[in-house]
């Protein structure tokens, strides 16, 4: 199992630097699709964004964003 960190990023101008920054969720899991399922993350509800951070087997840090709400390749293209 792996340990997924969620941070989400609320763009607003009330802050100086632009956008707030959410306390980062942790979510483990077998695999980042897996992991992005688990994960509860509405627009509305948290940010417009996710910032997903993971470490591999080989110990490589991983980095990859995601806009909210996430839709899978079986939902954008339908069945196939």
Known sequence: MKEY???TYTV???FISGYAISE???IK???L???IKKYDGK???HGDHVDITWTSKKDNDSYKVIKLPHQFRKERKGRL
Do not use: Q, V
């Open 29 to 31: 899991a077998m695999s």
């Open 12 to 14: 607003s101008k009330e």
């Open 5 to 7: 960190t969620f941070t």
């Open 24 to 26: 980062p969720k942790i």
């Open 33 to 35: 699709k897996k992991a």
């Open 43 to 45: 627009p509305d509800d």
